[in-house]
């Protein structure tokens, strides 16, 4: 494992530079950021460089900081060394062809619906999916289907996407022109991918991923999606790779219009590309087929050593393959139901005691990513400070069984609802009214409620109950609180 170090290195500022700079400049963002680095935190989040200097070139990143001149190619037309290295990242993932994004997976998913869906379309969705898709459909007013997976207990997390659900869905709308799932979750479950590619294939509909926090899973032994049969899949590289943030890829498989795809990547994409994020992809891609292999394959090893400390030392439940058989080997979800800690009192405690930031929290669970990057040190803090917790619960109580999500009755369409005068109202208040906007926890950014979706008291209930970012206002369709009036 790499160990941090604690002095200034090539192209790092060091304190006295700082401080001569901050004067002049008075840039808090810097000034805030610095501090967290120079604090030694353990960072079980996202990017998944965590700080650490994998390799110098990170250094001297204004000095790279170019645009579309003589030899940098543009990312756009498809040329150049940028080509070069899609072409390198396409065959590394298994996939017909790879385009460079600077957007994010975000960027990556509207470029994919556009693509297989188009305007005014229709598209079946894993209920788990992103905000970002929420906001392909306002855009391109897409009509959403839905399918949703049972929970896994205690954790509350949803499991096996059913496979007839999906089927059912496509023979009773027929409108339907993709399916897009998330794999992995945001916990670290595996979808059945191969399964539901030949189902979406024989019905004639492609199967889109979003990949987002699995582009670590070849180094690891895992396939992508488009070696298991998906047609387009996003992943972000910097969610799980030593690259800047906001890096991401596109795969497509052989039948895409890849043509289509490379102009919708502009479509929602900058004109201004950053060259230093396209270089850091390029490098990570580079760097887990290389030499990183093996330090993911001990970050793997590492998770499942965690798992097994959890189990054996404290109160805590992990999230196992004996819970789910296919399971991200470097994803850690720790579970606290059963106890009188909560996910979120787990996650403060570990970062204001030991300076352990998990990547997310929840009611129920703290989620932890591990990276090649992670020191002995990092990963001993954690251990430590998850030991030391469970210590101090006062009791253990039997888990109660988690209620699903109400479903929701769509009354608008996506785009009808985002685009309509709006406003907001406290969620006591919103029974009844049409939500305009999507009702998102973040991390991890999965839509609960749906613009144009009908708000219920259920809904609101479970809201208040579950919310893990504190909730004061939803923000409704104007006309549905004047009919409501009526």
């Not at 993932?93 to 005014?120: E, K, N, R, W």
Request: hydrophobic share 40%.
């Amino acid at each position: 494992m790499l160990r941090r170090k604690r002095s200034a290195g090539r192209g790092q500022l060091s304190h006295r530079q700082i401080n001569r700079l901050l004067p002049f400049t008075g840039a808090p963002l810097f000034h805030t950021l610095q501090l967290l680095a120079t604090g030694d935190p353990a960072r079980f989040h996202m990017p998944g460089h965590k700080g650490e200097p994998l390799f110098n070139t990170y250094a001297e990143v204004f000095a790279i900081d170019f645009t579309e001149t003589r030899a940098t190619g543009d990312l756009y037309l498809g040329e150049g060394p940028i080509r070069d290295a899609e072409v390198a990242a396409a065959r590394y993932f298994g996939a017909a062809d790879c385009f460079f994004l600077t957007g994010g997976s975000s960027q990556g998913i509207l470029a994919m619906l556009a693509t297989a869906v188009g305007q005014g379309g229709a598209v079946l969705l894993d209920r788990e999916c992103h905000k970002s898709v929420c906001h392909a459909c306002a855009l391109l007013d897409i009509t959403p289907y839905f399918v949703s997976a049972p929970l896994i207990e205690p954790f509350a997390v949803s499991g096996e996407l059913p496979v007839d659900a999906v089927e059912r869905q496509l023979v009773e709308h027929p409108d339907i022109r993709a399916v897009l799932v998330t794999s992995p979750t945001y916990y670290g479950v595996r979808r059945a991918l191969p399964a539901l590619a030949d189902l979406c294939h024989a019905f004639g509909k492609p199967l889109l991923v979003d990949a987002a926090h699995g582009a670590h899973f070849p180094a690891v032994g895992l396939m992508t999606p488009t070696q298991q049969g998906a047609d387009m899949a996003v992943l972000s590289m910097h969610k799980t790779l030593p690259c800047l943030g906001q890096g991401a890829v596109v795969l497509a498989g052989a039948g895409v219009d890849k043509r289509a795809l490379r102009e919708n990547t502009a479509l929602f994409g900058t004109s201004s590309p950053s060259y230093p994020i396209m270089a850091s992809i390029d490098l990570a891609r580079a760097y887990i087929e290389g030499p990183g292999r093996a330090a993911y394959l001990r970050a793997a090893e590492a998770c499942g050593d965690l798992r097994a400390y959890i189990v054996r030392r404290t109160g805590f439940t992990p999230l196992t393959e004996d819970d789910f058989p296919a399971l991200d080997p470097c994803r850690l979800t720790v579970c606290t139901a059963g106890t009188d800690t909560t996910g979120h009192r787990l996650a403060d405690m570990l970062w204001s005691e030991y300076g352990v930031a998990c990547e997310m929290a929840d009611e129920r669970n703290a989620v932890f990513i591990l990276t090649g990057a992670d020191t002995s040190s990092s990963l001993y803090r954690l251990r430590r400070g998850l030991r030391r917790v469970s210590d101090r619960r006062h009791e253990d109580l039997p888990p109660a069984p988690t209620a699903p999500f109400p479903s929701a009755e769509r009354v608008m369409r996506v785009r009808e609802a985002w685009f309509a005068p709006s406003g907001r109202v406290a969620p006591a208040a919103a029974e009844g009214l049409i939500c305009a906007r999507p009702v998102t926890p973040y991390p991890p950014g999965v839509p609960l409620i749906w613009p144009g979706e009908k708000i219920t008291r259920a809904h609101i209930e479970l809201i208040c109950e579950r919310w893990y970012n504190e909730i004061n206002e939803i923000t409704v369709v104007v006309s549905s609180i004047s009919k409501r009036g009526k």
